[in-house]
């Protein structure tokens, strides 16, 4: 297992946001936590990348405790987090962004990896001279996405990639997510567009108030009646 | 980084020797000017006064333009390094090397003074920064200002609780030798500057700017943001104490009262004014601030009145300050006159340009 959550709970002072969550992503995986507002998804990612901290339970990323790691040497450790909302640097250019993305990496990886992103996102290289704040919507996010991808991360964890983007951008995000799945990255992504999210994942979990109701196969959940019901509309 | 290929690149070792030499060129004609006399005692003054200012506003610059913060402490930086180099030159022979003309032995003293008040500072930065850090926005701005006022009082109360004198309360810290010369003043605010911009332009500075731009980016893709935000509050607290330093050597004198809230602002003020992260801008702010005041003088009823309406006119048509979050290269713009030349002359550039900026 490259990372296995067990049995966490998290509180946001008194309130308990997230009750007893267990699930595990295996490498070269796609798992995606689907879920409505305030289900806990974000808090669970959150916890996961060090940013808030699990009251009991325990998180294993390649086998070792990552519950009292500060989020800095996370990352380092091979986590990505694309934080939700994109969260670009907006002054700096679109390289720089990804230069930043590159923090914890040896300065010599730094060219390849851009290479790789901008292969993957040729739009960003024909902006990389522009400050970030000034792209679209969907540049930034994948300019957010990009710059998780430049620290090499062997678990990349995608917090609402469509959030915010018109039909069109968004197959075209989750088409590269698609991309990265087949050149085997393993990707946690927490989505509430349930359609998106389960046509490309490999495994899924609904979280529905702070709990896990139901998991499966990504095509099991998509046929699923309940599912149908809650999530997709009919 | 890549740049575009038909730009002319000065190489770095003759950048900095082209900047060390310019930058000694002004020594040169300011110090021959103070000595024949052509630069006035009074100018001097205002003109070591300038440099103190703006090591203040350059240091203020770290936690505010680069690090995307409000402190309003500074004054009480100043006043911890002012009054830690003051009472240490106090208490060693150098009023007496001084006056014997024999400025050469008291170096060890200023410059151990320096490094004194510079820590004092940094310690104070350090206690205030690591709590006042967890805060944001308004709330940094107020408990920083709090800070600020607390020292100021205990500096005026500190001897009744000590039961000797240590600072001299509001009676005020006096005859402290008047180590500060033009040519050290001018040492330090190159120095300040050099240390703010290496800093800056380092995986360091990236990473401080990453915390302004965006603080849980910053901390997702790797950054220890605790630590570099006391890293900059420190650094900068450290730089205010050095200027409270030479301020103390300069002015001979100490009194709490200088340390008000409104030094802060005032510095404050310098540091918006030029262009919030903008080194130049913050030079440029701190000198017009420190000299228009004194221009003001014959109008002395009207001084303050003018010189808060060059602050309104100057918001609105500016507001993002002099100079924005420009900074000046003279290498730069050497490179561009080199280019402009190369055109002008013909020579056909082999390259063509890559890409469109677009």
């Known amino acids: ?234 | 980084m890549k740049q575009t290929n038909t730009s002319i690149r000065i190489p770095m070792p003759v950048r900095y020797l082209i900047n060390a030499a310019l930058i000694v060129l002004l020594w040169f004609i300011l110090s021959s000017l103070m000595r024949s006399g052509a630069i006035t005692n009074y100018w001097t003054g205002i003109i070591i006064m300038i440099g103190i200012n703006i090591i203040l506003a350059v240091s203020l610059n770290v936690a505010t333009g680069y690090l995307g913060q409000l402190p309003l402490g500074h004054a009480g930086f100043m006043a911890v390094g002012a009054y830690a180099g003051g009472i240490f030159m106090r208490a060693v022979p150098v009023q007496e090397f001084l006056r014997a003309g024999n400025a050469g032995a008291s170096v060890p003293y200023i410059l151990i003074a320096l490094l004194i008040s510079a820590l004092t500072a940094g310690i104070f930065g350090l206690i205030i920064g690591i709590p006042a850090l967890r805060l944001r926005g308004d709330y940094l701005a107020i408990i920083t200002l709090g800070f600020g006022e607390i020292i100021r009082v205990v500096l005026t109360n500190i001897d009744s609780v000590l039961g000797f004198d240590f600072t001299f309360g509001s009676a005020g810290l006096k005859r402290i030798p008047k180590y500060s010369s033009f040519t050290l003043v001018f040492i330090c605010v190159v120095l300040t500057c050099f240390i703010i911009h290496t800093v800056m332009k380092s995986r360091h500075g990236r990473a401080i700017l990453s915390i302004r731009e965006n603080e849980i980016a910053s901390e997702s893709v790797g950054v220890n943001t605790t630590y570099y935000k006391t890293f900059a509050f420190v650094l900068s607290a450290m730089l205010a104490g050095v200027a409270g330093c030479l301020y103390a050597g300069y002015i001979g004198s100490l009194y709490p009262s200088t340390f008000k809230f409104m030094k802060s602002i005032e510095i404050l003020v310098m540091v918006v004014l030029g262009g919030m992260g903008s080194m130049l801008g913050s030079v440029l702010s701190a000198t017009v601030l420190t000299v228009l005041p004194e221009l003001l003088r014959s109008v002395a009823d009207y001084r303050m009145v003018a010189y808060s309406l060059a602050l309104v006119i100057m918001m609105i048509f500016r507001p993002k300050g002099l100079m924005g979050s420009y900074d000046f290269s003279l290498s730069h713009l050497l490179e561009k006159g080199l280019c402009a030349v190369r055109l002008l002359f013909g020579r056909k550039s082999s390259e063509k340009k890559g890409e469109s900026r677009e």
Not at chain 1, 115 to 135: C, M, N, S, W
Not at chain 1, 152 to 174: T, W, Y
Not at chain 1, 183 to 201: H, K, W
Request: aromatic share 4%; proline share 3%; net charge negative.
């Open chain 1, 1 to 234: 297992m490259l990372l296995s959550v067990q049995d966490i709970h998290v509180y946001y002072g008194a309130i308990h946001a997230v009750k007893g969550v267990s699930f595990d992503v295996d490498k070269g995986e796609i798992v995606t936590l689907i879920g409505a507002n305030g289900a806990g998804k974000s808090t669970v990612l959150n916890t996961v990348s060090g940013l808030l901290h699990p009251r009991s339970g325990s998180i294993l990323f390649q086998d070792e405790s990552i519950v009292s790691v500060a989020p800095n040497k996370i990352v380092g450790r091979g986590l990505a987090q694309c934080p939700e909302g994109r969260r670009i640097f907006a002054q700096m250019t679109v390289e720089e962004n990804l230069e930043m993305g590159a923090y914890t990496r040896p300065a010599s990886s730094i060219e390849q990896n851009i290479a790789h992103v901008y292969d993957l996102f040729p739009r960003l290289k024909e902006r990389r001279r522009q400050i970030g704040g000034t792209l679209s919507g969907g540049e930034q996010q994948m300019l957010a996405m990009g710059r998780a991808l430049m620290s090499e991360p062997k678990l990349l964890m995608l917090d609402e990639p469509s959030m915010g983007l018109a039909p069109i951008l968004v197959e075209q995000i989750f088409a590269i997510i698609d991309e990265l799945h087949a050149s085997g990255s393993t990707i946690l992504l927490v989505e509430q567009n349930a359609q998106m999210a389960l046509q490309v994942a490999d495994r899924a979990y609904v979280m529905e108030s702070g709990q896990i109701t139901l998991s499966g196969t990504g095509s099991e959940l998509l046929n699923s009646d309940s599912i149908k019901k809650a999530y997709l509309g009919g």
